[in-house]
């Protein structure tokens, strides 16, 4: 059974920065892709940034520049460093892993509150 844990949310200034972690079991985590996606209230979820098993990245237009996404494979781990954040980053976090199948894994999400 895929389980995806987030942590590392919570409350920071604006301009601060957060570091949240995704620990993911049951999966070979080492071949699939993982993402991180935000969801603020009244809004649809969208992509943050992924990451392949290749260690190719892409992020969204609006992180570009202050967030940075990586993994540890041997600990099966995806981590979203996130500097210089804005109010408008405010939203639950979620952890995604995809297999090479194209079967999707998502976590139960962590929340980041930055205030102005």
């Known amino acids: 059974q895929v389980q995806l844990v987030e942590s590392g949310g919570g409350l920071v200034q604006a301009g601060g920065s957060l570091r949240l972690s995704c620990a993911a079991s049951?999966?070979?985590?080492?071949?699939?892709?993982m993402g991180w996606y935000r969801q603020a209230p009244g809004k649809q979820r969208e992509l943050v940034a992924i990451?392949?098993?290749?260690?190719?990245?892409n992020y969204a237009d609006s992180v570009k520049g202050r967030f940075a996404i990586s993994r540890d494979n041997a600990k099966k781990m995806v981590y979203l460093q996130m500097n210089s954040l804005k109010p408008e980053d405010t939203a639950v976090y979620y952890c995604?892993?995809?297999?090479?199948?194209?079967?999707?894994?998502w976590g139960q999400g962590t929340q980041v509150t930055v205030s102005s």
């Open positions: 995604k892993e995809t297999s090479p199948w194209g079967r999707d894994y």
């Open positions: 990451i392949t098993s290749g260690g190719s990245t």
């Open positions: 049951g999966s070979l985590f080492s071949i699939n892709t």
